[in-house]
């Protein structure tokens, strides 16, 4: 019930090409999805966040796209760059329960130049 | 100033040591976290203050002892720690304990941490 179920574990794009990071969700509590980026050797840091009440939030050249009724949600990172390279995690959360985030199982993305 | 700042930024002490790692911020944030993360997983929680009080201890061994001195400190005090403790402990801060309003979570650098 707590968990989230991220796919692919790894993935490989050509630069310019689309990165697709999806997530699945059990709790519907949850009301807070946000996207962190961790470089090697560095803490994750926040690439962006969705609440249940839109379907969509676009920042620059990150895309997250939710689904409430199959409770999915997915990060598009459009013309990937090698910068872009390193690994992502989706995680969820409830307000009702005190800063409680729930981690997906992290995706190794690699851009090729 | 966004901020989160941990020190050390590596570590290793032997199994009798007793060390502390330290954790900063100046956002005003009110809910601070420490999370453990093993190589190529995710950040596990630890333990949550919510106004310099525990709210979630997350069934850690009490050879993890944190301690909330103010509103910005966080620490964590180590002692007898086993090999298998060997990981990168995240500090992180939020407005507020519950992740409400899109208050995100700010993390820091990490400690890297080895038990010999």
């Known amino acids: 019930q707590q968990q989230v179920k991220q796919s692919p574990q790894s993935l490989i794009v050509q630069k310019g090409g689309i990165s697709i990071i999806n997530c699945a969700y059990e709790n519907t509590a949850f009301d807070y999805f946000p996207w962190y980026q961790q470089f090697p050797g560095k803490g994750p840091a926040l690439l962006i966040a969705?609440?249940?009440?839109?379907s969509e939030k676009k920042e620059g050249r990150f895309t997250i796209s939710f689904n409430k009724s199959a409770k999915q949600f997915s990060l598009h990172i459009m013309d990937s760059q090698p910068g872009d390279s390193a690994t992502y995690f989706c995680?969820?959360?409830?307000?009702?329960?005190?800063?409680?985030?729930?981690f997906g199982q992290g995706t190794t993305l690699q851009v090729k130049p | 100033d966004t901020e989160v700042t941990q020190t050390p930024k590596h570590l290793v002490m032997g199994m009798t040591n007793k060390k502390s790692l330290k954790c900063e911020q100046h956002?005003?944030?009110?809910?601070m976290y420490w999370y453990k993360q093993k190589a190529k997983k995710p950040p596990e929680l630890m333990f949550v203050y919510s106004y310099e009080k525990l709210s979630i201890n997350e069934s850690v061994p009490s050879r993890f002892s944190p301690e909330c001195p103010n509103s910005s400190l966080l620490n964590l005090h180590l002692h007898a720690l086993q090999p298998e403790d060997s990981a990168l402990y995240l500090c992180a801060s939020s407005q507020r304990g519950r992740l409400a309003q899109n208050t995100e979570a700010f993390f820091g650098q990490g400690t890297r941490l080895t038990v010999v």
């Open positions: 969705i609440r249940p009440d839109v």
């Open positions: 995680a969820a959360s409830e307000s009702s329960n005190t800063g409680k985030l729930i």
């Open positions: 956002m005003g944030h009110r809910a």
